[in-house]
């Protein structure tokens, strides 16, 4: 016995976006009985089924995206201004040309000069004192 699939059931798996193989899916039927459904109750191939319903699919989403934005859902509206308006959230910088360099420095008072040139200005510190080499004690040669 063939599975009874309605004309109302394709449609709005179609409007859902639902592939052919979820379609067959959720009328507990074989894809090429979906395939077989389309041809008989319209006059349009499988593919062009699709692309219509889809597309009745889309406008509803966007009915609904834009009333949503309309009662002041915020994401909605700057999602709808950035895909259908074109807006864009950009920084602009201008650049004179001009380089200004700053020294940072790790002193946090400003009256005592760097920890670099502290280092510089202090006297130079002796180097330490390498250790002499133990002389070696010359062995003799013990002859019995």
Not at 66 to 76: E, S
Request: charged share 35%.
């Amino acid at each position: 016995m063939a599975k009874e699939i309605t004309r109302k059931q394709l449609e709005s798996l179609a409007v859902l976006q639902c592939t052919l193989v979820e379609m067959a899916a959720a009328c507990g039927c074989s894809i090429d009985t979906i395939q077989r459904r389309v041809d008989e109750f319209y006059d349009m191939t499988y593919t062009q089924f699709i692309e219509y319903y889809g597309a009745v699919g889309h406008t509803s989403l966007r009915r609904a995206m834009w009333d949503n934005a309309l009662r002041g859902n915020h994401k909605v509206q700057i999602f709808l201004a950035k895909n259908h308006l074109g807006m864009a959230e950009k920084i602009e910088e201008k650049h004179t040309g001009e380089v200004k360099i700053v020294k940072i420095t790790d002193s946090i008072d400003t009256d005592q000069p760097p920890a670099e040139e502290k280092k510089k200005k202090s006297a130079p510190k002796k180097p330490k004192a390498k250790a002499k080499p133990k002389s070696k004690a010359k062995k003799k040669a013990k002859y019995a």
